[in-house]
């Protein structure tokens, strides 16, 4: 047996459920605020992460990376990948209808991914344990069943909306409280000032 870490769920961890209200496979997540780097539209060279839920609690997602996301000349910067996968895992809050930040993520680069190139995301929840999520993803070159290019595995904690409004900075909260339409709706967060 590996040696326990901080990414192997407790033994009072179960496998969940989709949450009655999750949205059914295949659903597009859209971006969760428009601002995000990871997933929204107005994020200046932001990765624009797509997202559909997946079987389960799965998130199925696409990154097309580009000349704005090089480490090396034509090739992904490892991080920011890291942050594609931050993203896709985060998604899987929708499919538990939670808010959940990352406490821990690992990601194991097992090929180069060349600018241009697509990286599908297949993302999935282990195991929960109070509020504490086990997720582990895979992506793959160019194709839903490409070759494996990146694997993560994370620990991500629920949290409640006074996470974001105590500790973001004021002016983007308040205009965040103020138009609550640049956070999606339709999704597991609802903005309730
Ligand atoms: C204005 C309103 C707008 C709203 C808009 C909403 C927008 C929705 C955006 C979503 C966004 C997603 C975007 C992508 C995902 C990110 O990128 S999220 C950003 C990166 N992550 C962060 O900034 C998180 C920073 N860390 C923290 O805030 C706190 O450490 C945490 C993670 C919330 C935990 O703190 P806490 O709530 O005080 O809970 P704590 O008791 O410490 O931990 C809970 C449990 O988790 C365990 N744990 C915590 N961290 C770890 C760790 N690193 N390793 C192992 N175990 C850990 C603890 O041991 C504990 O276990 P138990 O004792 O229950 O067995």
Redesign the pocket.
């Known amino acids: 047996m590996s040696r326990p870490t901080?990414l192997t769920p407790?033994p009072e961890a179960v496998v969940p459920q989709p949450h009655p209200d999750a949205p059914s496979p295949g659903t597009e997540l859209g971006e969760?605020?428009s601002d995000?780097f990871?997933c929204g539209e107005a994020a200046p060279g932001g990765l624009r992460l797509r997202t559909r839920a997946g079987e389960g609690v799965s998130v199925d997602a696409e990154f097309t990376v580009t000349a704005q996301h090089q480490g090396a000349p034509g090739l992904a910067h490892g991080g920011l990948l890291t942050c594609a996968f931050?993203?896709a895992l985060?998604a899987i809050?929708y499919m538990l209808h939670t808010?959940a930040?990352?406490?821990?993520l690992e990601t194991d680069f097992r090929r180069p991914v060349p600018v241009g190139s697509t990286l599908y995301i297949h993302a999935w929840c282990e195991a929960v344990?109070?509020?504490?999520i086990y997720s582990r993803a895979v992506g793959r070159l160019d194709a839903a069943d490409g070759p494996i290019a990146v694997e993560a595995a994370a620990?991500f904690?629920s949290?409640g909306?006074e996470?974001?409004?105590d500790?973001?900075r004021a002016e983007e909260?308040r205009r965040?409280?103020d138009n609550p339409d640049l956070?999606k709706s339709g999704r597991a967060?609802e903005?309730n000032p």
């Open positions: 901080s407790p969760h605020y995000c990871g931050d993203e985060g809050g808010t930040v990352t406490g821990h344990a109070g509020r504490k620990l904690v949290v909306l996470h974001f409004v500790n973001g909260v965040v409280l956070i967060f903005v």
